[in-house]
């Protein structure tokens, strides 16, 4: 877990060194990458099971990778969704790109009706505070994403530039016992 220093409040933690990072940044910003999304969202499954949520393929390509769970909007059923994230400000900074297609995911729409999510980065689990961001904060935290991902430019394009949702889950408590998102037989949605 990570707090800080001036606040004592948790705080969404940075980006792991991988000696793939240019690799995946590359990946990134090739048009034919989210084609693959099937295979690569089957591949971040078998790994996050595997490893018990210690790693997957985001880690590898050196992003930050985190593991969002919020009640379904119509069901209120806990739907868990691995999604890139920026550490911003203390939070966790996330983009409803839905690897170009032409909707937004289901976990957007998730988040836009739940005020609580929770995030789990590796084995600390969160309770944030959901923000969406919009107005004059969004181009700003745009340019936040991109620089960091540069691949978001490139799904911008696929997806005819739709203003993709944009959200800042801000960390409240840590939660001392990670929700069953660990459990191998956890089913990951990727919608």
């Not at 990778?65 to 806990?78: E, K, S, Y």
């Not at 289901?106 to 969160?126: F, G, P, Q």
């Not at 540069?150 to 840590?174: K, M």
Request: charged content about 20%; hydrophobic content about 35%; aromatic content about 8%.
């Amino acid at each position: 877990m990570v707090k800080s220093l001036s606040t004592g409040t948790p705080t969404a933690p940075g980006p792991h060194r991988s000696p793939f990072r240019g690799t995946g940044r590359w990946l990134g910003t090739r048009s034919w990458l989210p084609h693959a999304a099937p295979v690569i969202i089957w591949w971040e499954r078998v790994l996050r099971r595997a490893t018990r949520n210690r790693f997957g393929l985001g880690e590898l390509g050196g992003t930050t990778v985190a593991l969002i769970t919020v009640p379904g909007r119509r069901t209120g059923i806990p739907r868990t969704t691995p999604v890139f994230y920026v550490p911003h400000d203390g939070g966790f900074l996330v983009a409803g790109s839905n690897w170009g297609r032409d909707r937004h995911p289901d976990w957007s729409a998730n988040l836009l009706a739940a005020s609580e999510a929770t995030v789990t980065v590796r084995t600390t689990s969160y309770r944030t505070r959901v923000r969406p961001v919009d107005g004059a904060d969004r181009e700003r935290l745009w340019q936040v994403l991109v620089t960091a991902w540069p691949g978001f430019e490139t799904e911008a394009d696929i997806a005819d530039r739709r203003n993709f949702r944009l959200f800042l889950l801000e960390p409240t408590t840590v939660v001392d016992t990670p929700p069953s998102v660990l459990s191998p037989r956890q089913q990951i949605d990727t919608r």
